[in-house]
């Protein structure tokens, strides 16, 4: 008889509902996917392994027996926040199309930065006819914060399409090619100068509210800033302030507070904010499904949990 997986998942119908006709084919023959409102209470009891997609750590907590969660997202801090610390290991998804797909649209809304596009939107709007000076790629610095798989994968497209990067995480990192910096001081020299600066780090205690108004008024002049990390990294009325009063020019921001972004935020109306629903690295549920399927049954056989997350750390 095939071992039961509960499926845990507070996302979209449409979203929930493509994973549980994906899931099942992809572990067929290992176990049998079943969503947690349909479990049983013996079943519950029952489970040493969940799927979860962005779920409700409070149904996580109602599999009383569970050794670890499989995370069909990287990102994973509600869990980690609101999950015992003694509870199931957490187990992020680390899919190499991930950084593929993150790395794209890094690149890609760079270089609507780097070519001016919203500028050149605006003047549409006005019927202007203005060409602004070009700069090249090799002329413009892009920096990357938080050097992760997305930020290297991020940094070294980056640099294969001629941009001078710079990179900045917590600790002490090494790539190459890329000028790598860490730490507070690390962080504002990196900003300073950034025409360009990306963020890509988790959301932790240590970096919720990291990019404030000292940290923005350390950016050059006429910098931009994109924010595919999480909301809450950065403080918004800072990011107002600095786009209205200097030094920054646009903001680009794929990741808010509360999401989706509630129609009466200011922010849809800012002319100097481009403003992306949460699309930046859509999870590729074909890879993504291999890859759980493959964790899944590796653990049925020999016991081996991949690699889980630091809860100090909380990633």
Known sequence: MKPLIPFVSQSTSGDRLAWEEVLPGALSGIAEIKPFA???????RAATVAI????????????????????????????????PEDGPLIVRLTDPQMAETMSEAVLAWTLYLHRDMPRYMAQQRLKIWHEHHYLAAADRTVGILGLGNLGNAAAQRLRANGFNVLGW????????????????????????RSDIAVLLMPLTDETRGMIGAAEL?????GACLINFARGPILDTQALIAALEDGPLDHAVLDVFE????????????????TVLPHVSAPTTRSTAS?????NIERYFATGEIPPSVDRTRGY
């Open 38 to 44: 349909d479990l049983t209470d013996e079943e519950r």
């Open 52 to 83: 979860v997609a962005n779920p409700d750590p409070a149904e996580v907590a109602a599999l009383p027996n569970l050794t670890w969660v499989q995370s069909l997202w990287a990102g994973v801090e509600r869990l980690t926040a609101e999950l």
């Open 169 to 192: 995480s917590r600790s002490e990192k090494k790539l190459d090619g890329i000028s790598c910096h860490h730490g507070p001081e690390g962080l504002h020299a990196v900003l300073s």
């Open 217 to 221: 008024q350390a950016c050059k002049q």
């Open 258 to 273: 509360k999401e989706p972004l509630p129609a009466s935020d200011p922010l849809w109306q800012h002319e100097k904010v």
């Open 290 to 294: 291999r890859i759980v399927a493959g």
